[in-house]
């Protein structure tokens, strides 16, 4: 059968998107052939990520599912958050002038467009340690462990042992980064790795996606961890410029409450239509 397929970019990061309204097949079907898809839909290359719209059996918009090019599910992804809100308003599931409400798997998401741009509000974050290390081969590495719905290890590049080799836009992330991703302390659901250089006003971010399983132009759900992590470190900043590989800028802002406790978050970044493709796949 023929499958249509709208090829996004979420700030750089590149999805497949699936409108299962027309098809109507259970979630087994994607997970089977996600790995397919990814790899296939594409004219330039692989995506970082399967997103499923559809009607939604909750007081929501819209239903979102998202799969890892492995066929991985049940995270959040924030900029396919934003992808899959364009997309619904394009085809007519949702009032871009209206606040939009959205589900993902258990967890409900606000969404606004905002001229360009499209800002998602999250939830505080499940997890957050602070100064965790995590022992390697041959070195020992600080960072904080954050979940926002997908969990992240996040690691200040210049505190590193690695920046007195490499400079941080040459790091060999996809060498080093799986012994943390897979590291016994992660296990078994493993982690999202994130190295951050802060330059001025903006945090530059490298991350190494599990199900990816290598570096993606941009990740949401790391530039908000990232954001939770500096935050913690200096509450007088609640508002962050992440500057992914792509260069896409994603903007953070962080809302807490009289206690001073993070309340809700914000993810703001562009989302658009790279191509529309055709893809012949089994039933």
């Not at 470190?233 to 009289?258: G, L, W």
Request: proline share 4%.
């Amino acid at each position: 059968m023929e499958l249509e397929i709208t090829i996004m970019s979420g700030a750089g990061n590149i999805f497949s998107v699936v409108d299962n309204t027309k098809y109507q097949f259970p979630i087994q079907f994607y997970e089977k052939h996600a790995t397919h898809i990814c790899e296939n839909s594409f004219s330039k290359g692989r995506t970082e990520g399967l997103l499923v719209i559809d009607k939604s059996q909750k007081d929501t918009d819209f239903s979102l599912k998202f799969f890892n090019p492995d066929g991985s599910f049940g995270m959040m992804c924030g900029n396919g958050g934003r992808c899959a809100v364009f997309f619904a308003s394009k085809g007519g599931l949702i009032n871009r002038n209206k606040s939009i409400l959205f589900d993902v798997w258990d967890e409900t998401y606000v969404a606004e467009f905002i001229e360009d741009k499209i800002k998602i509000r999250f939830a505080p974050p499940k997890t957050v340690e602070i100064g965790k290390k995590i022992h390697l081969e041959e070195q020992i590495v600080v960072g904080d462990y954050v979940d926002v719905s997908s969990q992240h290890f996040v690691i200040d590049y210049q505190k590193s042992p690695f920046a007195s080799q490499y400079d941080f836009f040459a790091f060999p992330i996809k060498e080093i980064a799986p012994q943390i991703r897979f590291h016994k302390e992660f296990q078994p659901k493993g982690v999202n790795v994130n190295f951050y250089l802060a330059s001025d006003d903006k945090i530059y971010l490298r991350t190494y996606e599990r199900g990816v399983e290598g570096e993606t132009g941009a990740c949401g759900t790391g530039a908000i961890s990232t954001a939770v992590s500096l935050f913690h470190r200096n509450k007088d900043i609640n508002k962050f410029k992440i500057i992914p590989p792509s260069k896409d800028e994603i903007e953070v802002h962080i809302n807490v409450n009289e206690l001073g406790k993070i309340d809700e978050i914000y993810l703001i970044g562009n989302a658009k239509v790279v191509e529309v493709a055709k893809l012949e796949i089994d039933n």
